[in-house]
């Protein structure tokens, strides 16, 4: 029997229904919800890729990419840790 690879995409509403729905107050889940449509919007191609396929350098890629997307600003502490750069 051949195993399914999880892609990114799958794997982020996986961890929202089962992780963060019982753990976070709505407001928070909205943020998170927003966060994610903008994600699959912005960059789909993170969607498709396989999570055996993620690298640190691919992420690292990805933070550099959404660190200087301005729709992504309020959301990068929050939904991405990824430290604001001072302006």
């Known amino acids: 029997m051949e ?3 999880c892609t990114i995409g799958e794997w982020l ?6 992780y ?4 976070y107050a709505p407001k928070t889940l909205e943020i998170y919800r927003d966060a994610r449509k903008r994600l699959s919007r912005r ?6 890729t396989p999570l ?8 690292g890629t990805f933070a550099c990419t ?15 840790a990824i430290p604001s750069r001072p302006e």
Not at 43 to 48: G, K, L, M, Q
Not at 52 to 59: G, I, M, R, S
């Open 52 to 59: 055996t396929e993620l690298l640190p350098v691919t992420y």
């Open 3 to 5: 195993r399914k690879v």
């Open 20 to 23: 963060a729905v019982p753990e």
């Open 13 to 18: 509403d996986v961890w929202y229904e089962v």
């Open 66 to 80: 959404l660190q200087s997307a301005p729709e992504f600003a309020a959301y990068r502490r929050t939904c991405c």
């Open 43 to 48: 960059f789909p191609e993170i969607e498709s």
